[in-house]
């Protein structure tokens, strides 16, 4: 089992900046893609940024040139740099990954597709 810990979320006034981690954890053998997601009440859940092992990137228009994504391959940490937020990005942000794991029990490896548990990041003066 791959567990997703988010963390860095709070409250900030609009124009300011935060920086979201992602700490993945359990049996991990790779992780291919990464992504924050977020989701404000009442809306659909939205692709904010993914990234892949190598490094490519991809940004939602809202955020694109506010927020860049990055990850550290040896520690299994997705970072979310966000910068000049707007009220309007308010929501609950969620990390996921997918990849491939092991299962000791059984001696076999095992495909991932893992969700963290979300952080709320609040943009209000």
């Given amino acids: 089992q791959v567990q997703l ?11 300011g900046s935060l920086t979201l981690s992602c700490a993945a954890s359990g049996s991990i053998s790779s992780i291919y893609a990464m ?23 991809d940004y939602s228009d ?8 990055s990850r550290d391959n040896a520690k299994n940490t997705l970072y979310l740099q966000m910068t000049s937020l707007k009220p309007e990005d308010t929501s609950v942000y969620y990390c996921h990954a997918e990849g491939r794991a092991y299962n000791a029990n059984s001696g076999t490896y095992y495909r991932y597709d893992s969700w963290g548990q979300g952080t709320q990041v609040t943009v209000s003066s």
């Fill in 35 to 57: 992504g924050w997601y977020r989701q404000a009440p009442g809306k659909q859940r939205e692709l904010v940024a993914s990234i892949t092992r190598g490094g490519n990137t």
């Fill in 5 to 15: 810990v988010e963390s860095g979320g709070g409250l900030v006034q609009p124009g």
């Fill in 62 to 69: 809202s955020v694109k040139g506010r927020f860049a994504i």
